[in-house]
């Protein structure tokens, strides 16, 4: 773990209101993204599960193409339950806050970083995210 290094996103995961009655998530809770290949609605799908394995909801449409390439090609992502679920109106349902830590090596987190930062901008997701810093566990 000497090489490995940390990114940390604000966002939602989304769909909750499809898998709340069979899974239950709780705030501080550990969630872990893994690849959809077989998802219907996009190539791109990263599902999100808690400690049961159960379904949770998918990680949002702008993030789930540069999540998909990140978990396919350098590291792991995991998601901490950090609020009550809720539904902002737009037709994504309910969705939970959470903190994703995207695990992988520096120069690309680095690179992801202002990837993250120039669309967060260009489209005002108002997405809060960390600086890269080496691992703390």
């Known amino acids: ?6 990114l940390y996103l604000e966002a939602s995961t ?16 550990i969630l872990f993204c893994e690849l959809e290949p077989d998802n219907q609605h996009s190539k ?18 702008e993030l789930s193409k540069i999540f998909n390439k990140f978990l396919s090609e350098y590291g792991k992502i995991e998601a901490e339950c950090i609020g ?5 109106g737009r037709g994504n349902g309910l ?9 992988g090596n520096a120069r690309y ?11 967060n901008t260009e489209s ?3 997405w809060k995210l960390s600086t890269v810093q080496k691992c703390r566990v």
Request: hydrophobic share 35%; net charge neutral; charged share 30%.
């Open 124 to 126: 005002n997701y108002n």
């Open 44 to 61: 791109y799908a990263v599902v999100v599960k808690n400690e049961d394995n159960s379904i949770v909801g998918h990680v949002p449409a």
């Open 95 to 103: 969705e939970l806050p959470v903190d994703y830590r995207l695990v």
């Open 109 to 119: 987190l680095k690179k992801l970083l202002k990837e993250l930062q120039e669309k």
């Open 1 to 6: 773990m000497a090489n490995e290094y940390e």
């Open 84 to 88: 009550n679920r809720f539904n902002k």
């Open 14 to 29: 989304r769909g909750y209101h499809a898998y709340f009655k069979d899974a239950t998530v709780y705030i501080g809770e």
